[in-house]
């Protein structure tokens, strides 16, 4: 396997543990005002991969890359929304069930 395709294979790993059901939080506990930077860098790092889809795919179209590296980029930025929409459900779902709590 080239380093690429490794690269990937350990992002979408490291995803796949983030989204487990048995996930722990452990140290990244959202406290105080640590939390919103964080969801803030999680935001920005989410932006830089789509950013990254388009600067490639832009190279492609005048020839300063292959389409090797367009797929990748596009499988990377396709595995980061599931993860985003996977968070954003888990978050949906923790307030129905907050909501569900008798008072």
Not at 76 to 101: G, H, K
């Amino acid at each position: 396997m080239d380093p690429a395709t490794l690269g990937a294979l350990r992002q979408y790993q490291t995803a796949q543990k983030a989204i487990a059901p048995d996930a722990k939080l452990g140290s990244a506990k959202l406290s105080g005002s640590d939390g919103p930077s964080k969801i803030a860098k999680g935001a920005e790092e989410f932006a830089k991969i789509f950013d990254n889809v388009e600067k490639t795919s832009q190279a492609v179209s005048v020839g300063k890359a292959d389409a090797h590296s367009v797929v990748e980029a596009m499988a990377t930025a396709e595995m980061a929304l599931e993860t985003a929409v996977t968070v954003r459900n888990r978050v949906v779902e923790a307030y129905q069930e907050l909501l569900r709590m008798p008072v």
